[in-house]
Nanobody, 111 residues
Framework: QVQLVESGGGLVQAGGSLRLSCAAS???????TIWYRQAPGKVREFVAT????????YYADSVKGRFTISRNNGNNTVYQQMGNLKPEDTAVYYC?????WGQGTQVTGSS
């Protein structure tokens, strides 16, 4: 069993930055970790992923160049640095590892 706990969300003005964390407990992260987000009234969408084997990263076009996903194997945590935030980035952000999901963390970008 794996528990994922996201943190770091909050309210930020347009153009601001936040860093989300996804801390895993129960076992070491040995799979691809994915960030998703879900805005009110919309379906959950892919944001970014980092592969376990080589640490390759992939991003949704909407966040490319503004968000950076990274990981720290020492503390079993995956991060998402978000810059130049826009109101349309407002959503609950979820961390996913295989069949395991975190509870989500709210990010609100104000105009």
């Amino acid at each position: 069993q794996v528990q994922l706990v996201e943190s770091g969300g909050g309210l930020v003005q347009a153009g601001g930055s936040l860093r989300l964390s996804c801390a895993a407990s129960g076992r070491a992260i040995t799979g691809n970790t994915i960030w998703y987000r879900q805005a009110p009234g919309k379906v959950r969408e892919f944001v970014a992923t980092i592969t376990w084997s080589r640490g390759q990263t992939y991003y949704a076009d909407s966040v490319k160049g503004r968000f950076t996903i990274s990981r720290n194997n020492g503390n079993n945590t995956v991060y998402q640095q978000m810059g130049n935030l826009k109101p349309e980035d407002t959503a609950v952000y979820y961390c996913n590892l295989g069949r395991f999901w975190g509870q989500g963390t709210q990010v609100t970008g104000s105009s």
